[in-house]
């Protein structure tokens, strides 16, 4: 994280600094992309201001709070600014959640309904994939460096979907689609 300190009306000390990048620091789980704040301390009669601008994927997010000692000031606007990032987080989860969950809908209209009479055959875990484009022996290697069994990806030539995966017998077997 980029984090420029501003210092008005007084002069900074090397432990507000520190103490803004300690603050700071934990504001890193809800970006996945480097982010850049702009801290403005400043001091007006007897109260500290402290003005937190977050730069994180595309959003900015403001805070500014005021009180007797400048680090709880700071306190309360890096609380104020994590508030902010939780809810945005949340409130793209759920934007996420409900498109799944009507495709999920839409696919069970489709299914049969004797699959309510196979007993023990459930969906117990979903995982989704993203498809990497890469060339089979890419793959090849991929799967050697990686503990997993398989790999699904898109061939990088044919743009098609392809699985390949590690048999018993220590070769490989390749599954291709035609989509």
Known sequence: MKISVTFR???GEDWQKEYINEKLKKLNRYADNPAEAHVILSVEKFRNVAEIKLMVDGLNVNAKEEAKDVSLAIDNAVEKIE???KKHK???RGHKANTVRTEE???MELLPDDTEDAPGAKVVETKKVVLKPMSLEDAIMEIETSKNRFIIYRDSYTENVSVIYRRDDG?????ETNA
Do not use: C, D, S
């Open 83 to 85: 508030r902010q990032l």
């Open 9 to 11: 009306n007084t002069e």
């Open 171 to 175: 070769h490989y077997g390749l599954i």
């Open 105 to 107: 809908i839409g696919a």
């Open 90 to 92: 949340e409130k793209i």
